[in-house]
């Protein structure tokens, strides 16, 4: 029984949305390994890796860890993990799968290393790289000398540089796209040219990023994309002109539950439902709204508390209580992680899949 | 094993803010129902009641049916149950325990009607009053004429009435918090005087809110406050001069996991560890921080991606990479929301308690 507020998944958009990036990653001769913190479910990732993906991405341990369970065998954490306790399980889990970690620094790699030793397994790592986020990642400077330091570390096997230039949300139009994704791709392909100087075995330049991955891909000497939420993609992925309405596979249908005015109407999901988080230097989320409501393009979804939406409407309508709209989500990773499953349709039916790495932040 | 990020609760903290709200609902002589939509946690919503709170409160009949199976057995639906489907689940629940819900429209209430009367339950129903907020809610103007079309339907009984004044977030004054409280009040005891002389057994007169409990609670005439978040507070109350720091009793514990640069650290919580979303009006968060760091009260957690947040620091630090900070949430409803459990501690030792009702928003 599909009670709203719940996610809709268009199985043919989605399809569409995999080949699509599939297609991208082989025109531009570069693997790709998709995030699957945007929908944390294991069949998902699985048709990624049937149309040709060569692995995944996580963001940690416990998503590793259910996708591993579920079969997949070769995954990377694009993360520094440096509590111990995570170590050993990051550790225990290379002994049975392909794993590759990230690490920033050199008291992450010498635990990872100790770890890798205790366990004898040889854990393959990758150096992030900062390319502009001012998140984790080490300053490309900074890049050969710790990557010389990590390689001389017993355990590991640094064989790749990984970087994600979130900052690309500044802008909204496709040219400062373009440029974004070919500055971080022509970023971390110096930085691998000097580490490989140095002696350095670089094998994996790899970049993230839905919005810049067409871009980014086609600088000579990456050769790795990690893009997560072009599986379903989002309002903000539409406000950036990256895919249209149609490309949005992943929508919440939600109840009218009250129409007090003739200009507002208030649907059955609110924060707990929609994530709340956008990038930086989006418009004001009053104007824009918490998200695309589709079939009344001039509605907004300007306020929202736990368990209620509030619609400003434009103009007269024929909504009534009990009706139901598809809004979709600003930003959809973190919308599917509220939920604890998601419905998938052909058009007719209809099937329900857990949202197996759910809530998985440890 | 208390992996990071989790959610750390001081069960002396707790205790000291579930009886400071039952004494003050004693005081002011009326009934306490609280919201436990702050911490979707059955043995929570137990120690409420020991101490005196009459029954609980809930938003979706989700939440309701999670908590009857954990043994409440007096609970209301502040929410307007539309659609068939959870109609028939309110109505179901009601034939084994105490049960209201809230009505707003004429529609839902005649469908609430049809479906008691089918069930053969006599349903108590509260009107829900619009006061300031602009969200779900009749006009006062217009409550005795729907109240008293209410009263006519068979099935139903008709109450009470409720509010909730969630504009007083506008602002962060406590002059501001008294003015709001008590005009919540003198609003809806002003509402239920009208409906009482047009013959309507308005019993129930409720109002909601943490900030505003203490001002609206003696207003004569209400019978009843609804808060929720003050059994663990957080840093918006914190903003709002509603309790202090101490009274905090919900943290989240994250590790560092990277040191970029002297003046900044990432910890391993981001927006699918700290909800994002916060009442209108607040400060940026840029300058607010998404929650308060415990210890550091001159850092700020100013950025967030999902699994990353980057706090920025003011001055010389001697944190390393793998330490613990315990960091006080903007808003902890929608925090707890997207965790599965949280530990419990005495100070000495940890009691996980599974969130049942996280997700619970059908």
Redesign the interface.
Known sequence: ?M????VLIRQDAVERNIAKMAALAAENGVKLRPHV?THKMPHLAELQLRAGACGITV??V?EAEVMAEHGIRDLFIA??I?????IERAVRLARNVRLSVGV??L??AQ?LSREAEAQGVELPVRLEI?TGL??????PESAVRLGLEIARLPGLRLDGIFTYK?AVYKGAATLDLKAAGKEEGELIVAVAGEMRRAGLAIEHVSVGSTPTAAYAAGVPGVTEIRPGTYIFNDAMQLRLGVCTQEECAAAVVV???????PD?I?V??????F???VQ?NQPPL?LCGFGTIVGYPDAVLE??????G?IRMSGPHSL???DTLSIIPNHI??TI????AVYMTDGRNFQRYDIAAR?R??
Chains 1, 2 share one sequence.
Request: with cysteine; hydrophobic share 25%.
């Open positions: 029984m009670e709203t507020p719940y913190k963001a940690k416990g993360y520094p440096v509590v111990p306790s995570k920033d620094s008291e992450g635990a900062e001012r998140r984790t990642g080490v300053e979130g109840s009218v539950v009250s129409i007090p005015a507002r208030v059955d999901g609110g924060s707990k439902t994530a709340t988080d930086p009053q306020r929202m508390n736990e368990e209620h509030v009534s209580i009990g990773c973190s992680n509220l939920h604890d809530g932040v440890q």
